[in-house]
């Protein structure tokens, strides 16, 4: 029977529809594929992403093929293989090694989306175009867990007209604070849907711009949809709400298309179950995964303290989070107490700044006299729980004194150093990570109130680290506000930063930034004396300085239980692990020694 043109054009305009699971091929999962006209659809197509391939489901006719070119993943990728037809019938070729992965497909039909304008003012969004870019974006997907591009990848990308990476900068400092990746469908497979898709999105968990991630999606969509595209898909877990929520706000819609893994190490926690440390921190459950992955057994103990047990051949070690029985009591309590620990550092030579014991209004005074500005901090404490920075009026030093008394009796007055706080972790007397810590601060939008923004800024540290990062609307965040000349429901000038703390800690929402690599080595050897001096051979040690890559420094404390989060890439879980059970070392470490 011959169709009548008004048949073929009804058919066509049908086939426009992106949501319509009977007319795309990249949404009928049943059945034969669609036969539609035009250029065929290129056949078995697997596209290299650098992080893995994406193999595009809807080209394969035979089944056992796909499940057979999962089974090729190579080891330290991650291959996904999206717009699967009947993935039952793939899996039942394959059922050891690959599974269905608990995510959701979301589509944007691009005649749905509502383009804005206004991006934020300190951030500017680019085509990826330098080598060096690599070590930078590698950085942040390795900061969120996710699979880092292999070497010299993006150097390859201006072969490959079917992807597109895009980076959001920083524009006062140049460093890439996101970044996602775009394949287009009709240059990777010759789409008859016509679409595209939004991979490896991701955005520095340090970042204090607002809605990188956002905005980064939103540049991809307005470059795919000028490139003639209609639509954009995305894979997302079941469970990043998050995601999800911001998926929702640019009108994405879920779709019913299924995605198939390969099992590996990366993917293990998506097959296995509950992970039987979850209730631990983030802290905790680093140094648990770790072990686990070595084969050293793990018990858990109280997680709401972060103790646990590891066990391995008759061996075992408690540990609360980074403090294990390898710390003596007595390096403990030389950590325990700030005026200790300043006075072993000074006798071994290093420097350390000025420090009193808060005992009369009289010393306050003379102390005060000597220097222009102040910290006030608890003897004993952590988290930076008490502790003012850059007081310089006796008023404000007699009320610091008495608010720190709080968390301790004994309330030290120190000189005021100004730099960058530095934080350097010393396991086993060795340095393995270095990292700046930076003061939370937020840009003015023009609308919001300062109240509101550092609200806003609170819940993305939040998110960005489980909970372990927040910034209190408390008095010492209004006093750093008021020095500034505003209060919490002033309306902050649209592109005018404004820092909201004094103290750089993590726990009241500071960032934290690698250095490791510039490290001068002046400042390496003071923090491996100063691990000495104290005998701890796992400690975090905060120092002033004026230039990461000088000599010039000033120790100001030492943690006994430093996090070892946030310090990506450097190894500083497996180097902690590697103290305990050394012999679980890889061999290549070994060979190192």
Not at 157 to 172: G, I, M, S, W
Not at 310 to 335: F, H, N, P
Not at 488 to 516: C, K, M, S, Y
Request: aromatic content about 6%; overall charge negative.
């Amino acid at each position: 029977m011959t169709k009548k043109p008004e048949q073929d054009s009804a058919q066509q305009k049908e086939r426009q529809n992106p949501m319509d699971p009977s007319a795309m091929a990249s949404l009928k999962h049943w059945g034969d594929p669609l036969d539609l006209p035009g250029e065929k659809m290129r056949e078995e197509v697997a596209l290299d992403c650098g992080w893995g391939r994406l193999i595009f489901g809807q080209t394969f006719r035979d089944p056992q093929k796909l499940a057979q070119l999962l089974r090729k993943e190579r080891e330290g990728r991650r291959d996904i293989a999206l717009y699967v037809r009947e993935p039952h019938v793939v899996l039942s070729y394959a059922p050891q090694d690959l599974f269905m992965d608990p995510s959701l497909t979301y589509r944007l039909d691009f005649t749905h989306y509502k383009q804005r304008d206004d991006l934020p003012e300190g951030m500017r969004i680019r085509e990826i175009t330098a080598e060096d870019d690599q070590r930078r974006i590698n950085r942040l997907h390795m900061a969120r867990h996710m699979v880092p591009a292999y070497d010299g990848f993006y150097s390859k990308l201006p072969d490959k007209p079917e992807l597109t990476v895009l980076v959001a900068e920083e524009v006062a400092s140049g460093e890439i604070i996101g970044v996602v990746t775009g394949v287009d469908h009709r240059e990777a497979i010759n789409d008859p849907d016509n679409g595209c898709s939004l991979w490896a999105l991701v955005s520095d968990p340090q970042a204090q711009i607002p809605s990188v991630g956002e905005w980064l999606s939103r540049a991809l969509i307005e470059l795919m949809r000028d490139r003639g595209r209609a639509f954009m898909d995305l894979s997302v877990m079941h469970d990043n709400h998050a995601a999800i929520h911001l998926y929702d706000k640019l009108n994405f819609e879920q779709v019913p298309v299924y995605c198939l893994k390969h099992k590996n190490s990366i993917n293990e926690k998506l097959f296995i179950g509950q992970d039987p440390e979850e209730e631990l921190n983030v802290y905790a459950r680093l140094i648990t995964k770790e072990a686990r992955r070595r084969g050293i057994g793990v018990e858990v103990l109280d997680a709401e303290g972060g103790f646990f047990r590891l066990s391995l051949g008759g061996r075992w070690v408690t540990c609360r989070e980074s403090l294990s029985e390898m710390t003596s009591a007595v390096a403990m309590s030389r950590c325990d107490d700030k005026a200790v620990t300043r006075r072993l550092l000074q006798k071994e030579g290093l420097r350390v700044p000025e420090q009193l014991v808060v005992s009369d209004e009289a010393g306050i005074e003379n102390f005060l006299s000597r220097h222009q500005a102040v910290v006030v901090k608890p003897a004993r404490g952590e988290q930076g729980r008490g502790i003012q920075v850059g007081l310089s009026s006796l008023d404000e030093v007699s009320k610091a004194v008495d608010s720190a008394r709080f968390y301790c009796d004994k309330v030290l007055l120190e000189q005021c150093v100004k730099g960058e706080d530095l934080r350097i972790i010393v396991i086993d007397y060795k340095v393995v990570a270095a990292a700046v810590r930076r003061p939370p601060k937020i840009i003015g939008d023009g609308d919001q109130t300062i109240g509101e923004l550092i609200e806003r800024l609170s819940r993305r540290r939040a998110a960005a680290t489980d909970g372990e990062s927040t910034i209190p609307l408390d008095a010492e965040t209004e006093r750093c506000v008021a020095r500034a000349g505003y209060r919490f429901d002033d309306i902050l000038p649209r592109g005018e930063w404004l820092q909201v703390r004094t103290t750089a800690n993590l726990h009241t929402g500071g960032t934290i930034h690698d250095v490791t690599g510039e490290l001068h080595p002046v400042l390496s050897s003071a923090a491996i004396r100063a691990a000495k001096a104290i005998e701890i051979p796992v400690v975090g040690l905060d120092f002033m300085v004026p230039d990461v890559s000088g000599p010039d420094y000033a120790i100001i404390e030492a943690n006994e239980r430093p996090g070892l989060a946030n310090h990506e890439p450097q190894p500083t879980v497996e180097c902690f692990v590697d103290l305990l059970f050394p012999h679980t070392r890889s061999q290549k470490e070994r060979s190192n020694k």
